[in-house]
T-cell receptor
């Protein structure tokens, strides 16, 4: 289930489950959205992106859904694995700069 | 491709000293590099945007005289934290935008952990 830590919400799942991580973005003018994975002590790693003229995009084991009406973005990870444990950030962009969301920690237990 | 490196990966310095962090794009030319700061369990906050050959643009609340940014070539940007204090201890991450590619694409470095004692 979900819980809110001191600064970072946490989602705990069992290996093999599907995970859904949500993000609310702030700028209705943003037209590009990206999900990043960040492991402890490392830089962000690109997962998947979507442009505002789309509402769904699929990658390998990941799907991003965009709902512009409510300014909501979600990342779905299928068959979650222990290696997926990390902090996940959404980011929005209007042109050249990125604005990152607060992040969600995903904990996958075997 | 699109690899960005940072050096050093971690540094410990004494209060009052200055520290320089390098960000390099290894296999592409980066007209624009970005510097972020990340405190524990928090998100990345953009500090400044630097374009090759011109002055950096700082975000509101970031002191440009304290965080000196130089982007002297298409593959190197440096961030110097001057007169560092313990509150500057953080994880500093750079990213680089690929020249000629979509303006949205940024490639991130591995980060530099700064600890000021």
């Amino acid at each position: 289930g979900e819980s809110v830590g001191l600064h970072l919400p946490t989602l705990s799942v069992q290996e093999g489950d599907n995970s859904i991580i949500n993000c609310a973005y702030s700028n209705s003018a943003s037209d590009y959205f990206i999900w990043y994975k960040q492991e402890s002590g490392k830089g962000p790693q690109f997962i998947i992106d979507i442009r505002s003229n789309m509402d769904k995009r699929q990658g390998q084991r990941v799907t991003v859904l965009l709902n512009k009406t409510v300014k909501h973005l979600s990342l779905q990870i299928a068959a979650t694995q222990p290696g997926d444990s990390a902090v996940y950030f959404c980011a929005e962009s209007g042109y050249s700069t990125l604005t990152f969301g607060k992040g969600t920690m995903l904990l996958v237990s075997p | 491709g699109a690899v960005v490196s940072q050096h050093p990966s971690w540094v410990i310095c004494k209060s009052g000293t200055s520290v320089k962090i390098e960000c390099r794009s290894l296999d592409f030319q980066a007209t624009t590099m970005f510097w972020y700061r990340q405190f524990p369990k928090q998100s990345l906050m953009l500090m400044a945007t630097s374009n090759e050959g011109s002055k950096a643009t700082y975000e509101q609340g970031v002191e440009k005289d304290k965080f000196l940014i130089n982007h002297a070539s298409l593959t190197l940007s440096t961030l110097t934290v001057t007169s560092a204090h313990p509150e500057d201890s953080s994880f500093y991450i750079c990213s680089a935008a690929n020249r000629g590619a979509s303006s949205y694409e940024q490639y991130f470095g591995p980060g530099t952990r700064l600890t000021v004692t």
